[in-house]
């Protein structure tokens, strides 16, 4: 099977912009969760879609959202990106969207704001 | 509420030696546990998972993990570090109830030659 997939892999913004990542999970499963990870902060959720609902979601502002597709695929969007939104983010997908099983990484998107 | 401390942001190991990654939990149910690894510049990658059963964990690589209820433990060992070992690894907890994991700060792992 195909790991998950995410585009672009690396990207650069300036403030103000906005910007779209999308991940591609792994043929079959149904959730996809998203996190950021810097340096000072280490891994943070955002936010989870399980079946084209989101389920859960972390501790961002409004100005992080998501979607996903009835093929499971997933799109994250940042409007009004400010340099702190610099990080690299990782799609995580898993089959049933129970915590149990593990979730199947995607190698991330390095979003470089200046 | 789930939670996870790493104590040791940093471990450096002589190849060779012992590696043990310490990771401690907090969970009011029974805790699902993993530990991962991360490469520079790529994702996470699955090194064991703990859900239920047997409290030694085999992973890949070499490493396994025990799970300690009564020390709310589940560290990470492998008895002879090799070079390749050099990496970030991550403990994370999950309640099983719904999909949201909770990973610690991360521990990065030196290998000295």
């Known amino acids: 099977k195909a790991g998950v997939t995410q585009t672009p892999r690396y990207l650069i913004k300036t403030r103000g912009q906005q910007v779209t990542l999308s991940c591609s999970p792994i043929?079959?499963?149904?959730?996809v969760s998203w996190y950021q990870q810097t340096p000072g902060q280490g891994l943070q959720f955002l936010f989870e879609?399980?079946?084209?609902?989101?389920?859960n979601k972390g501790n961002f502002p409004g100005r992080f959202s998501g979607r996903q597709f009835s093929n499971s695929r997933s799109e994250m969007n940042v409007s009004t990106l400010e340099l702190g939104d610099s990080a690299l983010y990782l799609c995580?997908?898993?089959?049933?969207?129970?915590?149990?099983?593990?979730?199947?990484f995607g190698p991330g998107t390095r979003l470089t704001v200046t | 509420a789930q939670s996870v401390t790493q104590l040791g942001s940093h471990v450096s190991v002589s190849e060779g030696a012992l590696v043990l990654l310490r990771c401690n939990y907090s969970s009011s149910v029974p805790p699902y546990l993993f530990w991962y690894v991360q490469y520079p510049n790529q994702g996470l990658q699955l090194l064991l998972k703990y859900t239920t059963g047997a409290t030694l964990v085999k992973g890949i690589n070499g490493f396994e993990a025990e799970f300690k209820k009564s020390e709310t433990s589940f560290h990470l060992t492998k008895p002879s570090a090799h070079m390749s070992d050099a990496a970030e690894y991550f403990c994370?907890?999950?309640?099983?109830?719904?999909?949201?994991?909770?990973f610690g700060t991360g521990t990065s792992l030196t290998v000295i030659p």
């Open positions: 879609y399980f079946s084209e609902t989101q389920r």
């Open positions: 043929s079959g499963h149904r959730s």
């Open positions: 995580a997908s898993s089959s049933t969207g129970m915590g149990r099983h593990e979730q199947y």
């Open positions: 994370a907890v999950s309640d099983g109830r719904d999909n949201q994991f909770y």
